[in-house]
């Protein structure tokens, strides 16, 4: 299985990105996918996750009500659009998933499969 994740870049502070994530050799759609993102100098940290059976989404209360998680089954695909974009989200965000819904999806350990990472970078 691989993840390969795209869309970061440079934005002004209020502006938005869309990322994308695809996933190849497996499918998630009975599964978890999401978001981690790590900061320079920081852990890396959970944002957001998408729970396939239930389609129930989570976030990290630092961007509860700007970000979106959303997924696309038929194109095994998983999209985190971000809205009003703060410095502090800058960092490179990586797209997980696992074939089992029922993670604990705010860990990085739950995950067995990580992309390689998209920079966004927030400007102010």
């Known amino acids: 299985v691989q993840l390969q994740a795209s869309g970061g870049g440079l934005v002004l502070a209020g502006g938005s990105l869309r990322l994308s994530c695809v996933a190849s050799?497996?499918?998630?759609?009975?599964?978890?996918m999401g978001w981690f993102r790590q900061a320079p100098g920081k852990e890396r940290e959970f944002v957001a996750a998408?729970?396939?059976?239930?389609?129930?989404?989570r976030y990290a209360d630092s961007v509860k009500g700007r970000f979106t998680i959303s997924t696309d089954n038929a194109k095994n695909m998983v999209y985190l659009q971000m809205n009003s974009l703060m410095s502090e989200d800058t960092g490179v965000y990586y797209c997980?998933?696992?074939?089992?819904?029922?993670?604990?999806?705010?860990?990085?350990?739950?995950?067995?499969?990580w992309g390689q990472g998209t920079l966004v970078t927030v400007s102010s």
């Open positions: 050799g497996g499918t998630f759609s009975r599964g978890a």
């Open positions: 998408f729970r396939g059976p239930m389609r129930t989404s």
């Open positions: 997980v998933a696992h074939p089992n819904w029922n993670v604990q999806y705010y860990r990085t350990a739950a995950y067995d499969y």
